[in-house]
């Protein structure tokens, strides 16, 4: 089993803790990548127009001035680090230490700066959207993709089903191998009708990824399982209010996940 997230733009910088150490990160053959991705991101948040560049607000300046001093900043586990509603509802710190364990083995964080990262890696604080465009390198994503493709691909071939919780960009930076991935699509019923939904989608995905961690590698082993453990978790005796259809994959397109949440569900973490 993996799982693979997209990072979340709302962080928690570490106050302290030993600096980043290229090496001990997920896939250290691509510390040369992630050298050059930061000596760029470091020129261009040394601009004037860095937030220009980098697509942001003036108020993240904060977190554009630590892209400055990532070697130098104290490092953080990656699920400390996040704080978005995805990470808010995947609740690390409440898990079981074997679910934890699971977490930090199985979940693949993909990042615009580092490419991809295990929930364990030490990060600091940082700012670089995967849609970001840096000088010399082009869109994040695009750029990310032939660097990361070879490894991950390798590292599929062992890892039996993968439940794609990304979106956008981050979806973009590697394709999961469609026999063996299920992606997560969130839908809600609104008049009568089932609408795609982005305002719930994020926790609601964290709300999966950590269901399927409780339920771990050796019960979770086909999309088909994944979407028995997700069903039970939304059943009458389950604890959220949804239901769940397994779309199959098709050829080249991967099978799809597709919960549906009520008309009723108006707050991020359900009813």
Known sequence: MLILLPPSEGKTAPRSGTPLDLASLVLPTLA??????????????????????????????????????????????????????????????????????????????FSGLFGVLSLGDHIPNHRLSVTSSLPGLGRMSSWWKPRLTPALDAHAEHTGVIIDGRSGGYAAQWKAPAATTATVDVFQIRKGERKVVSHFAKYTRGLVA???????????????????????AGSAEGTHDWSVDLVPGTGAKPSSLQITLPDEHTTVGGA
Request: proline share 6%.
């Open 32 to 109: 040369g990548e992630r050298t050059t991705a930061m000596g760029i991101l470091a020129a261009v948040s040394s601009a004037p127009d860095a937030a220009k560049v980098l697509g942001v607000g003036e108020t993240v300046r904060a977190d554009i001035d630590a892209n400055l001093v990532l070697m130098e900043s104290p490092a953080a586990p990656a699920h400390q680090v996040f704080t978005g509603v995805l990470y808010d509802a995947l609740d690390y710190a409440s898990l079981p230490e074997t679910a934890r364990r699971r977490a930090r083995e199985k979940v693949l964080v």
């Open 210 to 232: 950590r269901e399927l961690l409780l339920a771990g590698p050796r019960v979770v082993t086909s999309p088909e399982s994944a979407a028995e453990v997700i069903a039970a």
